[in-house]
T-cell receptor
Framework: QKEVEQNSGPLSVPEGAIASLNCTYS??????FFWYRQYSGKSPELIMS????GDKEDGRFTAQLNKASQYVSLLIRDSQPSDSATYLC????????FGQGTELSVKP | DAMVIQNPRYQVTQFGKPVTLSCSQT?????MYWYQQKSSQAPKLLFH???????NEADTPDNFQSRRPNTSFCFLDIRSPGLGDAAMYLC???????????FGPGTRLTVT
């Protein structure tokens, strides 16, 4: 059974802080990794994709991948209240396998 | 703008009354997916089409069917909705299998 694990949260950070979201996966052959943001009652929105070990930066978002440790993370710098959402980690393993999501709350 | 469109956004149906949800895309993607998402759960893949090739997940109930009459459109038919089928139904597309998936806004289904 291929699994993707995330801390459910809620993760609460003050405005302007760095939010760190973590994800581990069980399938060693996975090659593609994604982070989706989902606001309450809305559909998932793709915010980051990463395919090779290391860091990938896009604006305030940085995705980090370590295939040896089967670990992928998302850092959100200068967190804003509008970043408050559930963040879904997804791993491509034949099909897209989602974690349960981490709820992030950014307090003004 | 290229996008994934789902209609209706909200659907109320009665127990046992067939319902059809629709999805269209202007991205010209080869692959279209249907997911079911219940509150506080991860999206669950029901099936997907690669072009006209249909791929059903092993645990998708027979009550759920799908049609893809052309590249742009895909439909989800629920033949006899039960109370347990109340959920958000998400359509997604990707250019190829294993590529990034883009979701439509979803249809919130209520079963009374």
């Amino acid at each position: 059974q291929k699994e993707v694990e995330q801390n459910s949260g809620p993760l609460s950070v003050p405005e302007g802080a760095i939010a760190s979201l973590n994800c581990t996966y069980s399938d060693r052959v996975s090659q593609s990794f994604f982070w989706y943001r989902q606001y309450s009652g809305k559909s998932p929105e793709l915010i980051m994709s990463i395919y090779s070990n290391g860091d990938k930066e896009d604006g305030r978002f940085t995705a980090q991948l370590n295939k040896a440790s089967q670990y992928v993370s998302l850092l959100i710098r200068d967190s804003q209240p509008s970043d408050s959402a559930t963040y879904l980690c997804a791993v491509q393993g034949g099909k897209l396998i989602f974690g349960q999501g981490t709820e992030l709350s950014v307090k003004p | 703008d290229a996008m994934v469109i789902q209609n209706p956004r909200y659907q109320v149906t009665q127990f046992g009354k067939p319902v059809t949800l629709s999805c269209s895309q202007t991205l010209n993607h080869n692959v279209m997916y249907w997911y079911q998402q219940k509150s506080s759960q991860a999206p669950k893949l029901l099936f997907h089409y690669y072009d006209k090739d249909f791929n059903n997940e092993a645990d998708t109930p027979d009550n759920f069917q799908s049609r893809r009459p052309n590249t742009s459109f895909c439909f989800l038919d629920i033949r006899s909705p039960g109370l347990g089928d109340a959920a958000m139904y998400l359509c997604a597309t990707s250019a190829e299998e294993d590529y990034e998936q883009y979701f439509g806004p979803g249809t919130r289904l209520t079963v009374t």
